[in-house]
């Protein structure tokens, strides 16, 4: 079965500090990953996608993604985190199943200590 | 412009009650997704729209009836809910529903209590 799995439910990190959420997958055929924030109340904004090429992706807010084929991870990174990154953070892989859609990992819960 | 709106922002109704929530996107999307979100976990798929047809239905209950009158506008309408369907509802649009690599935009969501 094709899956997102996001290990940590909450990640707290102090600001300043680098940031790492973690994503893992399993998927038939090539991944195509997405990482979206929520901000409490709201929608999900789209940060980042891979779809081929160069390993480390840049994305929205100064985030930036690995991707990595043989541990099948594609965490999601910040050099120097902020307060106002505390958030609710998606995984997601597009998959097909008819048409294609996203399977999104539990989510993990950002918390940016001042 | 990647915006999507949602109309309303809050809604409340009774079990007995018939709502519809609206969703907009001018952004020239042939996808159309709608999204039902409980607290603190993963948005679930209820409905895709791909050229104004329904492609997927994600088996949900008669009691939610969308509707995609233009490329623009999608509509969720709503009847006899349940208190359990209390949840945040999200739209969302893409380029086309048939791109293995399209990002889908969402809008704010309307947060609907059923009482």
């Known amino acids: 079965a094709q899956s997102v799995a996001q290990p940590e439910d909450q990640v707290n990190v102090a600001e300043g500090n680098p940031l790492t959420v973690k994503c893992t997958y399993s998927?038939?055929?090539?991944?195509?990953l997405f990482w979206y924030v929520q901000y409490p109340n709201r929608g999900l904004q789209f940060l980042l996608k891979y779809i081929t090429g160069d390993n480390l992706v840049k994305g929205s807010y100064g985030f930036e993604a690995e991707f990595n084929k043989s541990q099948t991870s594609f965490h999601l990174k910040k050099p120097s985190a902020l307060v106002s990154d505390s958030a609710l953070y998606f995984c997601?892989?597009?998959?097909?199943?008819?048409?294609?859609?996203?399977?999104f990992g539990t989510g993990t819960r950002l918390k940016v200590l001042a | 412009d990647t915006e999507v709106t949602q109309t309303p922002k809050h809604l409340v109704m009774g079990m007995t009650n018939k709502k519809s929530l609206k969703c907009e996107q001018h952004?020239?999307?042939?996808?159309m997704y709608w999204y039902k979100q409980k607290a603190k976990k993963p948005p679930e798929l209820m409905f895709v729209?791909?050229?104004?047809?329904?492609?997927i239905n994600e088996s949900v209950p008669s009691r939610f009836s969308p509707e995609c009158p233009n490329s623009s506008l999608l509509n969720l309408h709503l009847h006899a809910l349940q208190p359990e369907d209390s949840a945040l509802y999200l739209c969302?649009?893409?380029?086309?529903?048939?791109?293995?690599?399209?990002?889908?935009?969402f809008g704010p969501g309307t947060r609907l209590l059923v009482l």
């Open positions: 997601a892989v597009r998959v097909h199943s008819g048409t294609y859609k996203y399977i």
């Open positions: 969302a649009s893409s380029q086309e529903s048939g791109g293995a690599y399209e990002t889908q935009y």
């Open positions: 729209y791909s050229y104004e047809k329904l492609s």
């Open positions: 952004m020239g999307h042939r996808a």
């Open positions: 998927v038939s055929g090539n991944p195509y």
